[in-house]
C-alpha cells in the first residue's frame, strides 16, 4: 500500500493531499492499492483563529488578493496554480464574490466546497485527531502543514529536532522597500565603520539620515500612530521578549531608539560631512539587491498608519514597500538550512514541509507550496523522479519554492540573509530585461517601463510553467 500522511488540513495540506491522490489516481492507483490520510485536529483541538471544523478556513481576511496575472506576482501565482489543477484555485473560483480585480469568495461555501471535494475523492481520508509527537518513522512519506498556529506539543516535538535557533513562534517582521523606490539624493550606501564583512565593501547598508528636528517629528509620529494590538494568547507565547515592537521602544524614551537601532555612530552623511542625529539603515535583503530591509523595525502600527509614518523618513519619500512590518504569532522553520529542494527535512528525511511553517505568507502561497509537496510525495510514492516537479525558476511558485529552499538562481542570485516569511512578490524573480518597444514598435517610456517589465516576468512565467507540464505530462504518458 502506497501511504501518504498529510498532518494539517488548512490551505497547504488540503491541497497537498488533493495533488498526491489525484497523482496517485492518475497512476492507476486504487483504494486497494494508495491512500493519503489528512490528520486534522479540529474539532477535537481547536486553534485560536480557526472557529469551523472545515478544511482550507480562512481565518481572517476573504481575499486571495489580485488576480491580475499579465503584471502582478500574486495574480501569476494564481493562474500557475490553475494551470496545475489546484482544488484551491478551482474552489476560490467556484464561489467568488464581487472585489474588483481581487480575487475574494464566500468563505463558508469556498471552504465547503473544498472539503466536499477532499472528502468526496476515494484515495483521501480525514482522521480528526491532533499529533502530538513527530511523526514515527514507520510513516514513510508525511507532510507537515500545521500552519502559523501548529499545536504546541507537535511545536515542541519539531522544536526538539530543529533545535532552539531554527523555529521561531513569532514574525517579528522589518518593513521590506523596493531599492528603486529610495531617494539617493538623500541615502547613501555605507557600513558602520565602513566594516568590511565577508564579501563586502564596507558600504553594505543604505543608510536614511535624522537631523534633530526630523527624529523629533518622527518619534511623535510612531507613537501617536495607529496600532494593532497582541491578542491575549500570543502574550502568552514564548520568545515574545526578543522582538519589541520600534512604537514601543518609542514610547520607554525618546532616546531609546537612537541608541539602539536608530544610532548613527559610524556614520558619515557625504552632503554634510557630519555624523547625523540619528540613522535608519537599510540592509539588503535578496541577492539580486532589488529589495532592502528596515534593519530592527518591527511594529504593530497598522498598514495605513506604518505607510504614513515611513514615507516621513528622509529618503522614503516616495517608497513603495514590498512587505509592510508585522509582529503575531507565527510558527515557522528555517527552511533554506533545515529542508532539502523537495522541502524533507535534511535530518529527518521522512518528513516534509508545506505551508505557512516553511516561511512563506498568506492563504495562497501556503496553498501553492503545498501543491508542490503533494506532487513531491506523490512522485516519492510512486518511485519517480521527485526532482522533475521541480518548479522552473522563472515561475511565482519557483519565486516561492527558492525563497524556501535558498535555492540559487542560475545567474548566481538567491535568497540571502536572515530567514524571514515572504509573500509572493516580483523581488524574488530572476533578472529580465526591460522590453524597449511594445507589440506596435512604440517606444516604452517613463513609468510604462516597470508595467513592461512586470508582464515581461508573467509572460515568460507563464510560457515556462507550460513547457514544464507539458514535459511533466509526456513523462507520464
Ligand atoms: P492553516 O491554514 O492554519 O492550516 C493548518 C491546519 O493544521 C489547521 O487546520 C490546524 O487545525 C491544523 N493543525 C495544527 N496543529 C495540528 C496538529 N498538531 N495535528 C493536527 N492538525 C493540526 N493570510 C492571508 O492570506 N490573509 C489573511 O488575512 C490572513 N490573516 C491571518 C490572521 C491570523 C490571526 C493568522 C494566525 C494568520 C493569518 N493569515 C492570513 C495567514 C494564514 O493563516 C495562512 O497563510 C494560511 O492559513 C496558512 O495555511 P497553512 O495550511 O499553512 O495553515
Not at 16 to 41: D, F, K, N, P, S
Not at 47 to 68: K, M, P
Not at 259 to 282: C, E, N, S, W, Y
Not at 298 to 312: M, N
Amino acid at each position: 500500500m502506497k501511504q501518504i500522511h498529510i498532518i494539517g488540513g488548512g490551505l497547504a495540506g488540503s491541497e497537498a493531499a488533493w495533488q498526491a491522490a489525484e497523482m496517485l489516481r492518475e497512476a492507476g492507483h486504487t483504494t486497494e492499492t494508495a491512500r493519503v490520510t489528512i490528520h486534522e485536529m479540529r474539532p477535537v483541538k481547536k486553534t485560536e483563529a480557526h472557529s469551523t471544523n472545515g478544511l482550507a478556513e480562512l481565518v481572517c481576511s476573504n481575499s486571495f488578493r489580485s488576480d491580475d496575472a499579465t503584471q502582478n506576482a500574486v495574480g501569476l501565482l494564481h493562474e500557475e496554480m490553475r494551470r496545475c489543477g489546484s482544488l484551491i484555485l478551482r474552489s476560490a473560483d467556484a464561489n467568488q464574490v464581487p472585489a474588483g480585480g481581487a480575487l475574494a469568495v464566500d468563505r463558508d461555501h469556498f471552504s465547503g466546497a473544498v472539503t466536499k471535494e477532499i472528502e468526496a475523492h476515494p484515495l483521501i481520508e480525514i482522521v480528526r485527531e491532533e499529533v502530538t509527537g513527530l511523526p514515527p518513522a514507520e510513516w514513510e512519506n508525511v507532510v507537515i502543514a500545521t500552519g502559523p498556529l501548529t499545536s504546541m506539543a507537535l511545536a515542541q516535538a519539531v522544536h526538539a529536532v530543529t533545535g532552539e535557533e531554527e523555529l521561531a513562534f513569532f514574525d517579528a517582521i522589518a518593513p521590506i522597500i523596493y531599492k528603486d523606490s529610495i531617494n539617493f539624493d538623500t541615502a547613501w550606501f555605507q557600513s558602520r565603520y565602513d566594516k568590511k564583512g565577508p564579501g563586502g565593501d564596507g558600504a553594505d547598508y543604505i543608510n536614511l539620515p535624522f537631523t534633530e528636528e526630523e527624529y523629533e517629528r518622527f518619534i511623535d509620529a510612531l507613537i501617536e500612530g495607529e496600532k494593532t494590538e497582541f491578542k491575549e494568547w500570543e502574550k502568552n507565547t514564548p520568545y515574545f521578549e526578543g522582538c519589541l515592537p520600534v512604537e514601543v521602544m518609542a514610547e520607554r524614551g525618546r532616546e531609546t531608539l537612537r541608541f539602539g537601532p536608530m544610532k548613527p555612530v559610524g556614520l558619515t552623511d557625504p552632503r554634510t560631512g557630519k555624523r547625523p542625529h540619528a540613522v535608519i539603515q537599510l540592509r539588503q535583503d535578496n541577492a539580486l539587491g532589488t529589495l532592502y530591509n528596515m534593519v530592527g523595525f518591527q511594529t504593530k502600527l497598522k498598514y495605513g498608519a506604518q505607510k504614513d509614518v515611513f514615507k516621513c523618513i528622509p529618503g522614503l519619500e516616495n517608497a513603495e514597500f514590498a512587505r509592510l512590518g508585522g509582529i503575531h504569532r507565527n510558527t515557522f522553520i528555517n527552511s533554506p538550512k533545515l529542508l532539502d529542494e523537495t522541502f524533507r527535512m535534511k535530518k529527518a528525511d521522512h518528513l516534509r514541509f508545506a505551508g505557512q511553517i516553511t516561511g512563506v505568507e498568506g492563504y495562497l502561497e501556503s496553498a501553492a507550496t503545498g501543491l508542490l509537496a503533494g506532487r513531491f510525495a506523490a512522485l516519492q510514492a510512486l518511485g519517480g523522479d521527485v526532482t522533475s516537479a521541480l518548479p522552473p525558476e522563472t515561475s511565482a511558485l519557483g519565486a516561492l519554492h527558492r525563497h524556501i529552499t535558498g535555492g540559487h538562481l542560475s545567474d548566481g542570485a538567491g535568497s540571502k540573509g536572515a530567514f524571514q516569511p515572504m509573500n509572493v512578490n516580483f523581488g524574488l524573480f530572476p533578472f529580465i530585461e526591460t522590453p524597449k518597444q511594445d507589440a506596435d514598435g512604440n517606444r516604452i517610456k517613463g513609468k510604462e517601463k516597470g508595467f513592461a517589465r512586470k508582464r515581461a516576468l508573467c509572460a515568460r512565467a507563464l510560457a515556462d510553467v507550460d513547457a514544464w507540464l507539458g514535459a511533466g505530462q509526456a513523462a507520464a504518458e
